[in-house]
């Protein structure tokens, strides 16, 4: 996969020149926007395959941004969240404690004696253009709207709070 995004330079020069709290909100809605995508997919993925019978799986697949230490930095990841859930079996008069991360990883990737049902590395490939372009808008429409606020006044240039 191989995407290209024009305007970075662009963008990066914005973002500095913003002030560090709004700068991480515009990099951070990007990235929550473009997750959406892959997590969508992801979740497709696995409805799709009749093999794969956790409602559980599907309910802990999601996202997360962590913010960086520089002005406008942050990551973000697509993957099987950790906690437990209640679940009733087939088969089984009571219910079970069940964890979808201990074993979301021996669905992606197979065992020996089971093959790879792979969900989140196909949605990754499917929808990672999609997701970049996502970003980019979302970063350029959030760049746009925290410049408007600045210049209207409405937030301060020096920490970047809203002023009421």
Same mark, same amino acid.
């Given at each position: ?14 973002? /500095? *020149?913003?002030?560090? %709290?709004? !700068?991480?909100? $515009?990099?951070? &809605?990007?990235?929550?926007?473009? +997750? ?60 079970? /404690? *069940?964890?979808?991360? %201990?074993? !979301?990883?021996? $669905?992606?990737? &197979?065992?020996?004696?089971?093959? +790879? ?48």
């Amino acid at each position: 996969m191989s995407s290209t995004l024009t305007g970075v330079k662009a963008l990066e020069t914005l973002l /500095k *020149a913003m002030p560090d %709290r709004v !700068a991480k909100k $515009v990099v951070v &809605g990007g990235l929550r926007a473009g +997750a959406r995508i892959i997590v969508a997919k992801a979740k497709a993925n696995i409805r799709a395959n009749p093999s794969i019978d956790s409602g559980l799986l599907l309910s802990k697949v999601g996202s997360g941004v962590r913010k960086g230490a520089g002005p406008g930095t942050a990551a973000v990841h697509v993957g099987v969240r950790g906690g437990a859930a209640i679940v009733k079996r087939r088969g089984k008069k009571k219910p079970e /404690k *069940a964890v979808a991360s %201990r074993y !979301a990883h021996l $669905v992606e990737f &197979g065992t020996k004696n089971m093959k +790879a049902e792979p969900f989140l590395r196909p949605a990754l490939d499917e929808g990672g253009d999609e997701a970049i372009r996502k970003i980019g808008q979302t970063m350029g429409k959030g760049v746009e709207r925290e410049a408007r606020a600045l210049a209207s006044g409405k937030t301060s240039f020096l920490t970047g709070k809203r002023i009421r």
